[in-house]
């Protein structure tokens, strides 16, 4: 075999093992990014807990909380898809520690699975019983984690009590 026969059948084997590489990436699902309200740029950075302490740990003082965080929008970034966190996502929604998550995008979820890491981002309606350490959310985007540089402007400075 020739020197440019050798090198026209290493090309071609190089061809094939790119094109069955690249087919196969070709048939994964693709998500494209959920087109988010603008409003949502402007969210805050916190960890559920710590949102959820910010209310309940106030000695009775739970107006001030309800009064500074209601009707604002939060993200919570790179939360570990667990069991109890999809254990309602069948009825539309998904638990944060003790927040409840209405989901924007519930057709989204199949993209996900089970410790997966996301990025959530909803808008902050505050509990719907002040005797019960449980928060709600509605409109919750779900998101690889870093697709979105949330808050866009870069400040993530929630301080508990700083209403």
Sequence with gaps: MTFTRKLLACVMGINLLLVSLLGG??????????????????????????????????????????????????????????????????????????????????EDMRYFELGDRVDVVGLNIGPEDVNVKQLTFVDCYVLPPGLLALPASGDNGFVVGGY
């Design 25 to 106: 990436c070709f048939a994964e699902e693709f998500a494209p990014p959920p087109h988010i309200p603008v409003a949502y740029y402007d969210c805050v950075e916190v960890f559920p807990i710590t949102l959820v302490n910010a209310y309940f740990s106030g000695y009775g003082e739970i107006w001030r909380p309800i009064e500074a965080y209601n009707g604002l929008v939060f993200v919570f970034k790179n939360h570990l898809l667990d069991g109890w966190t999809l254990s309602e996502v069948d009825e539309g929604w998904l638990w944060l520690d003790y927040i409840k998550c209405y989901l924007a995008n519930p």
